[in-house]
């Protein structure tokens, strides 16, 4: 028999609550190995690599990336014995959840919130937590027999016959698997359990609702819902819910002593309806991988937080402490082009990039080593100002997890080459979703380069703790007076914020000017070098 | 009648050229050999082709414990875990010193020193998983449990070492009897007031003891610059301890430094300071993050001094090691991975009670009353639970 493993969120920290999901570099199918990475995660301190505790071929991912997940989540499920015959996912899965997950009163216990503590000694919050036994009945415990439970609690078809789609770990399934060791005395963590293995396939209709279920939520945000066994229905409401549809054991009941009521199932259905909306045809991967669809399938509200979070308070922060003056320049760079196609052909630059943001960020550091007053940043507790004698030059940098702004650093040291190559390992870092807090702190300056989405150029927002931001517009062929004739020119625009509690127009207009004049004529860096 | 001005002269006049670590294999394998280095020469000149190659297996099989370790702490296995990645020269080249009868006491980190002392690796994993304040039986191996606070243990040590002193074990002239003892503690250490205490301790009684520094150049995220002007070694001859510094990531110059400081401490000869430069190569802890306190130059430029690597060269240019030794290691690594994976999963939980073990030598009826009324406590779930798990 296939036999399933879930690897559960690890706390890769001390005492760590959860984890972000960053890259899978595995998907389903793709045989592993113990040991093997198969998935990135950021924490509260660092980004982690995660080496598989199993040996086999993915059968089931739970965490989609981007996703935050709480230690003892299970994200991914293994398949450990491949060749065996074909078996639900969920009766593996299911298994291994029973031996590491007590059968807590889970009226008011979420059972998807963890499959047990494979950790130890820290005050990681698990599932399951015991509580002393109160001596009277508890109103929420099975008032209906295991066996119904289960027959009333459809198993998803197996993942390994959906392939590329994540089956949905049907919180009914859960329920149906995990409920009946409220009965199975419990055993050690790493024991297989006896017997729910083979309950499951018995169980098992047509069931069609799982398919609506948005794959991102039945694993992040799943309502807590009553622990009992069965769900509790009236007659009506069972065959309206058929009618409908609707899983029964999916929708969150509010009628008293926890029975689900037709608003209910309507309520249920209404959500579950744009949840399919909100997702292409054919695309596995939701139109937005996190969020709660509003009931009328028109909005969609995204919880802040990680880079965009950050970027948030870092914007609010600065536009709202430092007063921004923004200056224009338009100029001629065609030399500046002329110089970028002649270095390509250098032998010493073959090995790196030169684009004109290359040689931007050369007449910057130029321009900031003739003034180097605007290369400080606003004490506002001791009333300071900080000149800092290096340039730790930030590029703005669009990634898939959002906007970050490394820095180069002492690039006022590195030659042209070294600046070269240091904007190749920045840029390369970045778009791996590698960049790490330290190569983004401590900037003394910053270029945003809004040319490459095609903009003229912009009014940026400073990075907090620097004094000037210098956007590079997109470069364009255009009729420009040259030499007393109208010839086609390449032109461009230039914009530097900067913060007027310590820069004044004058300087910041005279830094722009320094820039714009080694773009229109680089020979004068020979100059000013 | 100890005679400090005789050892305050040696550890001054050489300070000079004692900056300059003691190497007998240079970082492509070759053996060096200068007028310094002789006496720890001869040191090793008895160790024939088996023994040289047991210190690389010893290396290697430490190193495939210590990945085995770090990955089950990523697969939630532990709760903690503090690799060694990078000091396995240091560790096995002075435990393979030590004597039977010698007396260990490890931090934190010092997996390669239990193995060394017949600890069954995977053992040591109990106090990372949290089930156990130790793993093992500290008198069978003479290995102390492993010390959390920073530097307590240097003062632990240098008692032990002074209760050998007065039951006669030193200077009886049978080397079966004469005992040492020797601490090992970090770069960070040397910052506790705790590991001054003991070099004072440690020099004024002639204490048989060796306090083993392992300079990782890291004390968590402070670098070795921050905690001392001087070489850390230079700190013994203030205290009166004569001190060597030797290059951490030669197994053969480590290995003969502490044989030469277990034998001056079990002959009567008093106390040494090892200062042992190395590096570690991973993190601090599996807490940790380095990649933001250092850069992947430095990294590159230790991985490049790498112990294991070092050895290995070593014997090859000597024709000792072929594949086929290679190939049977990698086996035997392979196998304690597996091994130590099967172990930890198996661990099981310990009994809540067993807390109640230890806290006495003997009964006592205050813990023996307590532990009871917890039984019942823990008894008092069983309804919900059909027993805890």
Same mark, same amino acid.
């Given at each position: 028999?296939?036999?399933?493993?879930?690897?559960?969120?690890?706390?890769?920290?001390?005492?760590?609550?959860?984890?972000?999901?960053?890259?899978?570099?595995?998907?389903?199918?793709?045989?592993?190995?113990?040991?093997?990475?198969?998935?990135?995660?950021?924490?509260?301190?660092?980004?982690?690599?995660?080496?598989?505790?199993?040996?086999?071929?993915?059968?089931?991912?739970?965490?989609?990336?981007?996703?935050?997940?709480?230690?003892?989540?299970?994200?991914?499920?293994?398949?450990?014995?491949?060749?065996?015959?074909?078996?639900?996912?969920?009766?593996?899965?299911?298994?291994?959840?029973?031996?590491?997950?007590?059968?807590?009163?889970?009226?008011?216990?979420?059972?998807?919130?963890?499959?047990?503590?494979?950790?130890?000694?820290?005050?990681?919050?698990?599932?399951?937590?015991?509580?002393?036994?109160?001596?009277?009945?508890?109103?929420?415990?099975?008032?209906?027999?295991?066996?119904?439970?289960?027959?009333?609690?459809?198993?998803?078809?197996?993942?390994?016959?959906?392939?590329?789609?994540?089956?949905?770990?049907?919180?009914?399934?859960?329920?149906?698997?995990?409920?009946?060791?409220?009965?199975?005395?419990?055993?050690?963590?790493?024991?297989?359990?006896?017997?729910?293995?083979?309950?499951?396939?018995?169980?098992?209709?047509?069931?069609?609702?799982?398919?609506?279920?948005?794959?991102?939520?039945?694993?992040?945000?799943?309502?807590?819902?009553?622990?009992?066994?069965?769900?509790?229905?009236?007659?009506?409401?069972?065959?309206?819910?058929?009618?409908?549809?609707?899983?029964?054991?999916?929708?969150?009941?509010?009628?008293?002593?926890?029975?689900?009521?037709?608003?209910?199932?309507?309520?249920?259905?209404?959500?579950?309806?744009?949840?399919?909306?909100?997702?292409?045809?054919?695309?596995?991967?939701?139109?937005?991988?996190?969020?709660?669809?509003?009931?009328?399938?028109?909005?969609?509200?995204?919880?802040?937080?990680?880079?965009?979070?950050?970027?948030?308070?870092?914007?609010?922060?600065?536009?709202?402490?430092?007063?921004?003056?923004?200056?224009?320049?338009?100029?001629?760079?065609?030399?500046?082009?002329?110089?970028?196609?002649?270095?390509?052909?250098?032998?010493?630059?073959?090995?790196?990039?030169?684009?004109?943001?290359?040689?931007?960020?050369?007449?910057?550091?130029?321009?900031?080593?003739?003034?180097?007053?605007?290369?400080?940043?606003?004490?506002?507790?001791?009333?300071?100002?900080?000149?800092?004698?290096?340039?730790?030059?930030?590029?703005?940098?669009?990634?898939?997890?959002?906007?970050?702004?490394?820095?180069?650093?002492?690039?006022?040291?590195?030659?042209?080459?070294?600046?070269?190559?240091?904007?190749?390992?920045?840029?390369?870092?970045?778009?791996?979703?590698?960049?790490?807090?330290?190569?983004?702190?401590?900037?003394?300056?910053?270029?945003?380069?809004?040319?490459?989405?095609?903009?003229?150029?912009?009014?940026?927002?400073?990075?907090?703790?620097?004094?000037?931001?210098?956007?590079?517009?997109?470069?364009?062929?255009?009729?420009?007076?040259?030499?007393?004739?109208?010839?086609?020119?390449?032109?461009?625009?230039?914009?530097?914020?900067?913060?007027?509690?310590?820069?004044?127009?004058?300087?910041?207009?005279?830094?722009?000017?320094?820039?714009?004049?080694?773009?229109?004529?680089?020979?004068?860096?020979?100059?000013?070098? | 009648?100890?005679?400090?001005?005789?050892?305050?002269?040696?550890?001054?006049?050489?300070?000079?050229?004692?900056?300059?670590?003691?190497?007998?294999?240079?970082?492509?394998?070759?053996?060096?050999?200068?007028?310094?280095?002789?006496?720890?020469?001869?040191?090793?000149?008895?160790?024939?082709?088996?023994?040289?190659?047991?210190?690389?297996?010893?290396?290697?099989?430490?190193?495939?414990?210590?990945?085995?370790?770090?990955?089950?702490?990523?697969?939630?296995?532990?709760?903690?875990?503090?690799?060694?990645?990078?000091?396995?020269?240091?560790?096995?080249?002075?435990?393979?010193?030590?004597?039977?009868?010698?007396?260990?006491?490890?931090?934190?980190?010092?997996?390669?020193?239990?193995?060394?002392?017949?600890?069954?690796?995977?053992?040591?994993?109990?106090?990372?998983?949290?089930?156990?304040?130790?793993?093992?039986?500290?008198?069978?191996?003479?290995?102390?449990?492993?010390?959390?606070?920073?530097?307590?243990?240097?003062?632990?040590?240098?008692?032990?070492?002074?209760?050998?002193?007065?039951?006669?074990?030193?200077?009886? #002239?049978? /080397?079966?009897?004469?005992? $040492? %003892?020797?601490?090992?503690? &970090?770069?960070?250490? =040397? +910052?506790?007031?705790?590991?001054?205490?003991?070099?004072?301790?440690?020099?004024?009684?002639?204490?048989?003891?060796?306090?083993?520094?392992?300079?990782?150049?890291?004390?968590?995220?402070?670098?070795?610059?921050?905690?001392?002007?001087?070489?850390?070694?230079?700190?013994?001859?203030?205290?009166?301890?004569?001190?060597?510094?030797?290059?951490?990531?030669?197994?053969?110059?480590?290995?003969?430094?502490?044989?030469?400081?277990?034998?001056?401490?079990?002959?009567? #000869?008093? /106390?040494?300071?090892?200062? $042992? %430069?190395?590096?570690?190569? &991973?993190?601090?802890? =599996? +807490?940790?993050?380095?990649?933001?306190?250092?850069?992947?130059?430095?990294?590159?430029?230790?991985?490049?001094?790498?112990?294991?690597?070092?050895?290995?060269?070593?014997?090859?240019?000597?024709?000792?090691?072929?594949?086929?030794?290679?190939?049977?290691?990698?086996?035997?690594?392979?196998?304690?991975?597996?091994?130590?994976?099967?172990?930890?999963?198996?661990?099981?939980?310990?009994?809540?009670?067993?807390?109640?073990?230890?806290?006495?030598?003997?009964?006592?009826?205050?813990?023996?009353?307590?532990? $009871?009324?917890?039984?019942?406590?823990?008894?008092?779930?069983?309804?919900?639970?059909?027993?805890?798990?």
């Amino acid at each position: 028999m296939p036999t399933f493993e879930r690897f559960t969120m690890p706390d890769a920290g001390e005492g760590l609550t959860e984890a972000d999901i960053v890259t899978w570099h595995v998907a389903v199918g793709d045989p592993v190995t113990v040991n093997q990475t198969i998935v990135e995660i950021e924490t509260a301190k660092s980004l982690v690599e995660l080496p598989s505790p199993f040996t086999g071929v993915v059968a089931e991912i739970l965490a989609v990336e981007g996703t935050t997940v709480e230690v003892g989540q299970p994200i991914i499920v293994i398949d450990t014995d491949p060749t065996g015959a074909a078996g639900p996912v969920d009766a593996g899965a299911g298994a291994q959840d029973q031996d590491q997950e007590p059968a807590a009163e889970a009226s008011d216990v979420p059972e998807e919130s963890g499959s047990g503590a494979v950790l130890v000694g820290y005050g990681v919050a698990t599932a399951g937590t015991t509580r002393r036994a109160r001596r009277a009945t508890e109103p929420s415990t099975p008032s209906v027999p295991d066996a119904v439970g289960q027959a009333a609690a459809p198993a998803p078809a197996p993942a390994r016959t959906t392939t590329a789609s994540p089956a949905p770990a049907s919180p009914a399934n859960a329920r149906s698997t995990s409920a009946p060791s409220a009965t199975v005395p419990s055993t050690p963590a790493g024991l297989t359990a006896p017997a729910s293995a083979a309950v499951a396939p018995s169980a098992r209709p047509a069931s069609v609702v799982p398919a609506l279920v948005h794959p991102v939520q039945s694993v992040t945000q799943v309502a807590p819902r009553p622990g009992t066994l069965a769900v509790r229905a009236k007659p009506p409401v069972r065959k309206f819910a058929r009618d409908m549809g609707v899983d029964l054991s999916s929708v969150h009941a509010t009628g008293p002593g926890g029975i689900v009521t037709r608003e209910d199932v309507l309520a249920y259905s209404a959500q579950a309806q744009p949840r399919a909306l909100a997702t292409y045809v054919d695309d596995d991967a939701p139109w937005l991988a996190t969020g709660q669809v509003s009931s009328d399938g028109r909005q969609t509200r995204v919880p802040v937080k990680s880079v965009r979070k950050r970027t948030a308070e870092a914007m609010v922060a600065s536009a709202f402490t430092a007063p921004h003056v923004t200056v224009f320049h338009t100029v001629d760079v065609t030399k500046t082009m002329r110089l970028v196609a002649r270095l390509r052909e250098d032998r010493e630059f073959t090995d790196v990039r030169v684009t004109p943001l290359l040689i931007t960020a050369k007449a910057l550091l130029l321009a900031v080593n003739r003034h180097p007053e605007i290369n400080a940043s606003w004490d506002e507790v001791t009333q300071e100002i900080v000149y800092k004698h290096y340039i730790n030059l930030g590029i703005a940098a669009s990634t898939p997890r959002g906007l970050v702004v490394p820095n180069i650093k002492d690039a006022h040291r590195l030659g042209l080459k070294g600046l070269a190559q240091g904007l190749a390992d920045l840029t390369a870092t970045a778009r791996a979703g590698r960049t790490s807090p330290a190569d983004m702190s401590d900037g003394t300056i910053t270029i945003t380069n809004v040319g490459v989405f095609g903009i003229d150029t912009g009014t940026p927002i400073l990075n907090p703790g620097e004094a000037a931001i210098l956007a590079f517009g997109a470069i364009r062929e255009q009729p420009w007076v040259h030499k007393g004739k109208i010839k086609k020119r390449f032109v461009t625009q230039l914009a530097l914020s900067v913060d007027h509690r310590l820069v004044d127009g004058a300087l910041g207009s005279r830094l722009l000017s320094d820039v714009a004049a080694v773009l229109e004529e680089p020979s004068q860096a020979l100059v000013w070098g | 009648m100890t005679d400090l001005l005789h050892q305050a002269h040696l550890a001054h006049e050489s300070d000079a050229i004692d900056d300059v670590p003691l190497q007998l294999l240079a970082p492509d394998g070759s053996r060096v050999a200068d007028e310094r280095n002789a006496p720890y020469r001869a040191r090793i000149a008895d160790l024939d082709a088996d023994a040289l190659r047991g210190l690389l297996r010893d290396m290697v099989l430490v190193r495939a414990f210590d990945t085995e370790a770090t990955s089950l702490q990523r697969q939630g296995e532990l709760a903690l875990y503090a690799p060694l990645l990078g000091q396995e020269a240091a560790q096995i080249g002075s435990g393979r010193a030590l004597a039977p009868q010698d007396m260990a006491f490890p931090s934190y980190r010092e997996h390669g020193v239990a193995y060394t002392r017949g600890v069954d690796l995977p053992q040591v994993l109990q106090l990372f998983r949290g089930i156990d304040h130790g793993g093992w039986d500290s008198e069978a191996h003479n290995f102390h449990l492993y010390t959390l606070v920073i530097g307590s243990h240097a003062l632990h040590a240098t008692g032990y070492a002074m209760g050998v002193q007065r039951d006669g074990l030193v200077g009886t #002239g049978d /080397p079966a009897r004469d005992t $040492a %003892v020797i601490a090992y503690f &970090g770069d960070g250490a =040397t +910052s506790q007031g705790d590991v001054s205490e003991a070099l004072g301790f440690a020099a004024v009684n002639n204490a048989p003891v060796v306090l083993f520094c392992q300079n990782n150049q890291w004390a968590i995220s402070v670098p070795t610059s921050k905690q001392t002007r001087v070489p850390i070694y230079r700190r013994g001859a203030g205290f009166g301890v004569p001190s060597i510094r030797v290059d951490g990531n030669d197994v053969l110059a480590v290995y003969a430094a502490t044989q030469e400081a277990l034998e001056r401490a079990r002959t009567g #000869g008093g /106390p040494t300071f090892i200062e $042992a %430069v190395t590096y570690r190569m &991973g993190a601090h802890t =599996t +807490s940790d993050d380095p990649t933001r306190y250092r850069t992947s130059e430095e990294e590159q430029h230790w991985r490049d001094r790498d112990p294991i690597d070092r050895m290995r060269a070593h014997l090859v240019a000597e024709g000792l090691w072929d594949a086929e030794h290679q190939a049977a290691l990698d086996a035997e690594a392979a196998a304690l991975g597996e091994r130590v994976r099967t172990y930890v999963k198996g661990l099981g939980r310990p009994a809540a009670s067993s807390m109640f073990d230890h806290v006495y030598a003997t009964d006592h009826s205050l813990v023996t009353r307590e532990s $009871a009324w917890f039984a019942d406590y823990e008894a008092s779930f069983a309804e919900t639970q059909g027993g805890h798990r």
